[in-house]
């Protein structure tokens, strides 16, 4: 892998934190690495469609990283995502693994995960078909992101659906996403406004009143199987009202 291209999509760049955080990321770099912060006031979505249309690289053995800013990474990260692709060509989403609190689990989902494996001697958990890695930090082959290409826009600033999204597309593409052991990842709070956090929870309620419709005209919807499961659960709570 010839180097990482990394893009932060934030509004928080007047935080408390936020520049100690960043120091934090670059010193975390161990490869050559071109980092972007990049305001992201008018949504995540169109900031990283934006990105990926001006900073992904050429080249096919670069990495595309997207990242949140809310992330703390040791040294070391970068060299296991490294040994991921290498480890596996059909890898295509690699995300180092985010650690084994029950908070970290609950984020990355028990249910979406295989037993950890060995490959070529690199030890990785990959994503069950159609599941995917939460948007923290999301690590693409330069050839995946260019084929998953730009996401829908849907007007909001905070569209809950969007690493489901890129996600959906590579493995529907024939791609595999996988977490890989590698240092420890710290995940931070910020002290958001009040009008931030009320902005984030409309969205996110309008987020999911648009989720189905957004990934079936992407041909990403729920496979039936999950579909009819959430059906028949749905009833039978009704039964026992």
């Not at 992201?40 to 990283?65: C, F, H, M, Q, W």
């Not at 040294?75 to 970290?104: I, N, T, Y």
């Amino acid at each position: 892998m010839s180097r990482f291209v990394i893009v932060i999509p934030t509004i928080r760049q007047e935080r408390p934190r936020f520049a100690e955080g960043m120091e934090r990321i670059k010193a975390s770099f161990t490869l050559p690495t071109e980092l972007h912060v990049l305001d992201g006031k008018d949504g995540k979505v169109p900031t990283l469609n934006r990105a990926l249309s001006s900073r992904l690289p050429n080249e096919d053995d670069a990495i595309y990283v997207t990242m949140d800013d809310d992330l703390w990474p040791e040294p070391g990260w970068q060299d296991a995502v490294v040994r991921a692709f290498q480890a596996d060509p059909q890898l295509g989403v690699v995300c180092p693994w985010l650690g084994d609190s029950p908070e970290m689990a609950a984020y990355m989902g028990p249910d979406s995960l295989h037993p950890w494996t060995e490959v070529s001697g690199v030890r990785l958990r990959y994503l069950r078909p159609m599941r995917h890695i939460p948007g923290a930090l999301l690590a693409f082959r330069s050839t995946c992101a260019r084929q998953v290409g730009p996401q829908p826009e849907t007007g909001l600033k905070y569209d809950i659906f969007e690493d489901a999204w890129r996600g959906r597309r590579a493995h529907k593409l024939g791609w595999k996403a996988a977490y890989v052991e590698s240092p420890p990842i710290t995940m931070i709070a910020f002290e958001d406004d009040e009008t931030y956090l009320a902005q984030k929870a409309a969205d996110i309620q309008s987020g999911r009143a648009i989720q189905e419709s957004v990934l079936a005209d992407a041909g990403l919807q729920d496979p039936l199987s999950w579909r009819l499961r959430r059906l028949i659960a749905r009833l039978r709570g009704r039964a026992k009202d």
